[in-house]
T-cell receptor, first 113, second 115 residues
Framework: EPEVTQTPSHQVTQMGQEVILRCVPI?????FYWYRQILGQKVEFLVS????????KSEIFDDRFSVERPDGSNFTLKIRSTKLEDSAMYFC???????????FGQGTRLTVV | AQTVTQSQPEMSVQEAETVTLSCTYD???????LFWYKQPPSRQMILVIR??????QNATENRFSVNFQKAAKSFSLKISDSQLGDTAMYFC????????????FGTGTRLLVSP
């Protein structure tokens, strides 16, 4: 069964550094998303991406964040100048169309020290 | 803006029993989807069941079923014949179809199934 794959599973970075979280969505899906879950809290929407551009973004997705689909298969989330409060589980998700459920990856745990 | 409320932070149930998790939501939209996602200790988000707002029939998926009350904006999840593997966080989520499929999640209910 096709699945969304995220790498790495755990990333530790120093405050102020840049990190790139990688995702391989399901191959025939057209909509891509990043969500964040701070430990013990609810899952929060960060950004949606369709047709090679951002469709919608939340207040969390400030100018330190960016997304890219560089090669037609990968979907990346870049965070510049990381802060301690960026520490969270980051989930990538994809959907075949804009009106069906999202399939989530297993998440990347980001720890900023 | 849509909001999703899960008023039960934790629930416990014994194996083979039935448990119902509550969810309410607030929206002015008429066309939307509702979902229940399961997050086991591995923390992966797994879709359990979905309900289209235009459908009156409640969705069912094996041991999982929902009670969707559109007028009351209520969407509860019933788990029958609970199994130890059902132990997880359960998140209710709302999707406005016009919003490029952004999911709005509730705060979750931690379900513990004991032998």
């Amino acid at each position: 069964e096709p699945e969304v794959t995220q790498t790495p599973s755990h990333q530790v970075t120093q405050m102020g550094q840049e990190v790139i979280l990688r995702c391989v969505p399901i191959s025939n899906h057209l909509y891509f998303y990043w969500y964040r879950q701070i430990l013990g809290q609810k899952v929060e929407f960060l950004v949606s991406f369709y047709n090679n551009e951002i469709s919608e973004k939340s207040e969390i997705f400030d100018d330190r964040f960016s997304v890219e689909r560089p090669d037609g298969s990968n979907f990346t989330l870049k965070i510049r100048s990381t802060k301690l409060e960026d520490s969270a589980m980051y989930f990538c998700a994809s959907s075949p169309t804009g009106d069906t459920e999202a399939f989530f990856g297993q998440g990347t745990r980001l720890t900023v020290v | 803006a849509q909001t999703v409320t899960q008023s039960q932070p934790e629930m416990s149930v014994q194996e083979a029993e039935t448990v119902t998790l509550s969810c309410t939501y607030d929206t002015s939209e008429s066309n939307y989807y509702l979902f229940w996602y399961k997050q086991p200790p591995s923390r992966q988000m797994i879709l359990v069941i979905r309900q289209e707002a235009y459908k009156q029939q409640n969705a069912t998926e094996n041991r999982f079923s929902v009670n969707f009350q559109k007028a009351a904006k209520s969407f509860s999840l019933k788990i029958s014949d609970s199994q130890l593997g059902d132990t997880a966080m359960y998140f209710c989520a709302f999707m406005n179809i016009r919003s490029f499929q952004k999911l709005v999640f509730g705060t979750g209910t931690r379900l513990l199934v004991s032998p």
